[in-house]
């Protein structure tokens, strides 16, 4: 049966790479299609940094003859992939969103970029982020602004902006992000998309550094949860390679995500200490809470946990001093200001405090299977909504987009943002579900569950239904 390229681009990373597999379609064919979108409609977006074309249609190629052999192919097989612009891809550039690394080439790729290729992805370019992923919107001075796919005039969030403005717009099937404090799950609140920080440990660090106590981890942004689900098993070598640390589950999080649970303790929380909440996203938020309650779990409504920008505030800026930038002239003020801060802190002071605050945030999660909140305290807001010649001030005006999602990265616990509302303005509404330690699998089950109930599959933006 022919198949239009709209009926293609219209599928699955999970559906395009069967038809890859069973031959009927090509990994080029694919990958030209993504191409020309990108040709065609990045250029307002600017999600891509660079474009890796003539070497993405040759692993196409290669992708194509292997699949004409008798031997397994992995779950991506052909299917093409962005790498956000903090990791390393061989032979490409590594800008991380700012001038001090403008030249920066990586001879390797990195361990997450390697679990991709073992996947079987072909990785078609590199994605824009915040720069050194400090802040919440992607707004980098070495390039134009990070723009949604559902209006431009609005930020597609950040640090894994291009991830989410590449996905919304069709310009990607399924993109790679990561998360220190909410960065794959406010681009994917902003965007429309599935966005998931998987638990501490489930993935290997990228750099290969120890991460037991690291914030950030790398996941997928997605169109729906099953191709989340497959892509966090090749992430975290349970289809590929071997597991990383978290205990392994008993089978594939792609099987575990299809079987519903019932009866859950579920806990919803509509305010937040640092941001005031949009009263459309709270109507999402209690949407969802009645969507559960039908399917059989018990849904409490909880005052906030307490917390604050300016606790939290010494643990972020001693991991962006941390970042090796040998020009720090070169940076923007707001990163600038965050790494000067954080050089002056001492690393065992600055993990008591991040003990301290998980702590905290785990007792109150206590009883729970589930955390239902916001995911960001409004949608998207405005390109430049941020800016001030006041790098302080800039960082607390943009901080309260991680008011819901920044705890998670303290305890590590797995945590997904659902785009399940759309904005009396046409902008995407995300919900964000936390889940026990270690425990992807309830998270990406009660994710199926809601696509099920409040389906989101027919929504697409403006960019991604142009021609």
């Given at each position: 049966m022919a198949r239009t390229s709209t009926d293609l681009l219209s599928l699955t990373a999970l559906q395009q790479a069967a038809l890859v597999r069973t031959r009927e379609i090509s990994s080029e064919e694919l990958v030209r299609l993504y191409l020309a979108r990108i040709e065609r409609h990045d250029q307002p977006l600017t999600s891509f940094v660079q474009v890796l074309g003539a070497r993405a249609l040759r692993a196409a190629r290669r992708k194509d003859r292997a699949a004409t052999r008798a031997d397994p192919l992995p779950s991506f097989h052909g299917v093409p992939v962005g790498v956000k612009d903090l990791n390393l891809v061989r032979g490409a550039f590594c800008r991380m969103g700012s001038r001090a690394f403008r030249w920066f080439w990586s001879p390797v790729d990195d361990k997450t970029v390697a679990q991709l290729r073992r996947a079987g992805f072909v990785i078609v370019g590199k994605l824009s982020t915040s720069e050194l992923g400090a802040m919440p919107v992607t707004e980098p001075e070495i390039h134009p602004p990070t723009r949604n796919p559902w209006n431009t005039d609005h930020s597609s969030g950040g640090s894994s902006g291009g991830a989410g403005a590449a996905v919304a717009a069709n310009l990607l099937p399924i993109a790679q992000g990561s998360d220190g404090a909410g960065s794959i799950r406010i681009p994917a609140a902003f965007c429309g998309l599935y966005g998931l920080k998987p638990s501490r440990g489930r993935v290997a660090n990228a750099y290969g550094l120890r991460d037991d106590e690291i914030l950030y981890t790398d996941g997928p942004l997605t169109r729906d949860v099953a191709d989340a689900a497959a892509m966090l098993d090749a992430m975290a070598g349970l289809s590929v390679g071997r597991p990383h640390t978290a205990p392994p589950p008993p089978r594939l999080f792609a099987e575990l995500?299809?079987?519903?649970?019932?009866?859950?303790?579920?806990?919803?929380?509509?305010?937040?200490?640092?941001?005031?909440?949009?009263?459309?996203?709270?109507d999402a938020v209690r949407r969802a809470a009645r969507a559960l309650e039908e399917l059989g779990h018990h849904v409490e409504e909880v005052d906030p946990p307490e917390g604050s920008i300016e606790e939290f505030l010494p643990i972020w800026q001693f991991i962006v001093g941390t970042a090796?930038?040998?020009?720090?002239?070169?940076?923007?003020?707001?990163?600038?200001?965050?790494?000067?801060?954080g050089r002056k802190l001492r690393g065992p002071e600055?993990?008591?405090?991040?003990?301290?605050?998980?702590?905290?945030?785990?007792e109150w999660c206590e009883g729970a299977d589930l955390v239902l909140s916001p995911t960001t305290p409004a949608p998207a807001p405005r390109v430049g909504a941020f800016a001030s010649d006041d790098p302080v001030r800039t960082f607390f005006a943009a901080a309260p987009l991680g008011a819901f999602t920044a705890p998670f990265n303290l305890t590590g616990q797995p945590a997904a943002s659902l785009p399940l509302a759309m904005s009396s303005q046409g902008l995407p509404i995300g919900v964000q579900l936390g889940g026990k330690p270690l425990d992807d699998a309830t998270v990406l089950a009660v994710s199926r569950q809601l696509e099920e109930a409040l389906p989101w599959a027919g929504r697409a933006s403006p960019v991604a239904r142009a021609a």
């Open positions: 995500a299809r079987q519903p649970p019932k009866g859950l303790r579920v806990r919803m929380v509509l305010a937040s200490p640092i941001s005031t909440v949009d009263p459309e996203v709270k090796p930038v040998l020009w720090a002239s070169k940076l923007q003020p707001v990163t600038r200001w965050l790494a000067r801060e600055v993990l008591a405090l991040q003990h301290k605050l998980a702590a905290r945030h785990l």
